[in-house]
């Protein structure tokens, strides 16, 4: 029995000559957020993929909560929830009637329906065709759905895409009350403050490798510009520029502002995580890969 959630070992997938997964290697602790970050067509979805068993790869290891995957994947799909990154519901349904046929399916007590519909406040929405329903409910209905046999690990790919604050806040919500309730969760966002807010820990994927992988607080550490903002007077006025503490150029300059007395303030400017994806998933747009352009 693994310590870990998950535990990928060199993980690989290819399409046709193409590798989008290049051997990546990671590990999820229990109970924690973990962000999965990277450009699209970074391989964060097939990734997901490979480990909810849905397609197949040739070379690495997958480990779902003590269980291998794909050998052992019936154990593993109990355990699991996911939420795709697109909607795949019965739209001339209701949500109700949705959640009722996977109930069914997958052996959940009908009681437990109730419960996640009132869990993602869905209580009022509940008896309209999913095809009549807006991007945030349909996402809510979706989480629901995955939520109905209380998965102990939930994978979410871009919960929030394109909602508006007020339902990307209220999802943002359920993922902080899913982890108080001891859930592991596995989320793919492009919103850098979302992932900060949220995760405990993330790995940022370029090209199918992982080209970072820690706190967000370590990484905007480790990999952010340290910088600084600096209030001085230029030609009799008073002026702000930011100065990079690792450019020895702009060390210099500010050394001479501080030695003329020219100095009103100083304000350390921190990194952000935007900062940090720019900094590590930059090569890309230097490489000849087919997602090169904008
Ligand atoms: N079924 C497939 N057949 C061939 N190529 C595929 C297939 N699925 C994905 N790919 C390719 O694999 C690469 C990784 O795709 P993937 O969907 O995993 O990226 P992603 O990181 O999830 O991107 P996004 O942020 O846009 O969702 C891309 O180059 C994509 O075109
Ligand atoms: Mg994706």
Not at 224 to 236: Q, S, T, Y
């Amino acid at each position: 029995m693994t310590n870990y959630a998950i535990e990928v070992n060199g993980l690989e997938k290819s399409y046709g000559q193409t590798r989008v997964v290049k051997g990546i290697s990671f590990s999820v602790q229990h109970g924690e957020i973990f962000g999965f970050l990277g450009p699209n067509g970074a391989g964060k979805t097939t990734s997901i993929r490979m480990m909810i068993g849905e397609i197949p790869f040739k070379n690495g290891h997958i480990n779902i909560l003590g269980y291998d995957v794909p050998s052992q994947i019936a154990s593993t799909r109990k355990l699991v929830g996911v939420v795709p990154d697109y909607q795949n519901l019965y739209d001339r349904i209701t949500i109700r009637q949705n959640l009722e046929f996977f109930a069914a399916l997958n052996n959940v007590d009908k009681a437990r329906i109730d419960e996640v519909i009132s869990e993602v406040f869905l209580v009022e929405h509940q008896n309209k065709a999913c095809k009549d329903l807006s991007r945030g409910l349909r996402q809510r209905a979706l989480i629901a759905r995955g939520l109905l046999h209380k998965p102990r690990l939930f994978f979410l790919d871009e919960p929030t895409s394109a909602l508006d604050p007020h339902s990307a806040r209220l999802i943002r919500d359920l993922v902080l009350k899913l982890k108080g309730n001891g859930t592991t969760v596995f989320l793919t966002t492009h919103y850098m403050e979302e992932a900060d807010q949220l995760c405990d820990r993330l790995a940022i994927m370029n090209l199918g490798e992982i080209v970072a992988c820690d706190s967000p607080e370590n990484l905007k550490k480790n990999y952010g510009r340290r910088a600084a903002a600096v209030e001085f007077v230029e030609n009799d006025a008073v002026t702000t520029k930011d100065f990079s503490l690792e450019d020895k150029g702009d060390l210099a300059s500010l050394a001479k502002i501080v030695s003329s007395g020219q100095l009103h303030k100083i304000h350390s400017q921190e990194a952000t995580l935007e900062e940090v994806f720019m900094r590590v998933t930059g090569a890309r747009w230097k490489s000849n890969s087919e997602e090169t352009e904008a």
